[in-house]
């Protein structure tokens, strides 16, 4: 078994905020650093699986699996990649109140959270009672885990967006980093890639300093660190997705 895989949790209660988008983006960046990456796809909506369905052959392998069956099998499976050697494992789970066991066996698993937001009222309002809920669950009290926000679809000053900051700022939570609403974000879900292989879009490229704050960040903070082997530059040239190898820098 490998000790060192990094365990990674995206969750939220709140559909719509950009698991999905941020858990295969999330997959796609290891997975061009050299990495083996297991993405559990923890939501009966099974979007992972449909973008793993688009995936270009060539491009950097996420293997995906569907693990919202029971939180008895999502461990099973959990172990299963540990023993294969995956160095990254991201569940993409949709939160503690549909699925409370699921939820909870996932909590365990992971090294850190990530939690993405949006910055409406609803969003907002929402997005704080699961960080409040998050950071009180028995699991969090026992073994205290990083957690960090990361705003998706992010709007300048807005004064909801100052109340989230406020409010996470006395928890203790950071804002990892802020990602544009941006259709690059659905161009490479709907292609199976990830916005830092979409090398020939100006749109996407300015996405990179974000991804690279994100994984940055997760790097700091995942227990069993390691240094990450340096990117690979890539070769190929598309304005879809680059099926080789990207960098973010
Ligand atoms: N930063 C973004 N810019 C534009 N569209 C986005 C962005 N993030 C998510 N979306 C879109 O919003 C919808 C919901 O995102 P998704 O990742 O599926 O959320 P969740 O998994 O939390 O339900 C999808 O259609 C997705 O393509
Ligand atoms: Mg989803």
Request: glycine share 6%; with cysteine.
């Amino acid at each position: 078994m490998s000790g060192t895989t990094k365990k990674i949790l995206v969750a939220n209660s709140k559909g719509g905020c950009g698991k999905t988008t941020i858990a295969t983006n999330l997959a796609v960046a290891f997975a061009n650093q050299g990495l083996k990456v297991s993405l559990l796809d923890c939501d009966r909506q099974a979007s992972c699986l449909h973008w793993a369905e688009e995936r270009d052959a060539q491009a950097p392998n996420v293997k995906t699996v569907a693990n919202y069956h029971s939180a008895d099998k999502l461990a099973e499976q959990i172990v299963h990649e540990q023993d294969n050697d995956s160095d990254v494992i991201i569940m993409d789970v949709t939160g503690r109140h549909t699925d409370a066991s699921l939820f909870e066996e996932a909590l365990k698993a992971s090294d850190l959270v990530l939690i993405p937001m949006l910055a409406s009222s609803l969003d907002i309002k929402a997005g704080k009672r699961f960080v409040a809920d998050l950071m009180t669950h028995r699991v969090m009290r026992a073994t205290p885990r990083p957690i960090g926000v990361i705003y998706n679809r992010a709007q300048n000053n807005s004064a909801n967006k100052q109340r989230l900051e406020d409010f996470l700022r006395c928890l203790g939570v950071p804002v990892i980093t802020e990602i544009k609403d941006s259709p690059v974000y659905v161009n490479a879900v709907e292609a199976g890639a990830g916005v830092i292989e979409m090398r020939e879009n100006a749109a996407a490229n300015k996405e990179y300093p974000a991804w690279r704050d994100i994984m940055l960040w997760i790097d700091r903070r995942a227990s069993g660190r390691r240094e990450l082997p340096r990117p690979i530059q890539a070769g190929r040239k598309t304005t879809r997705a680059n099926p080789k190898q990207a960098r973010i820098s």
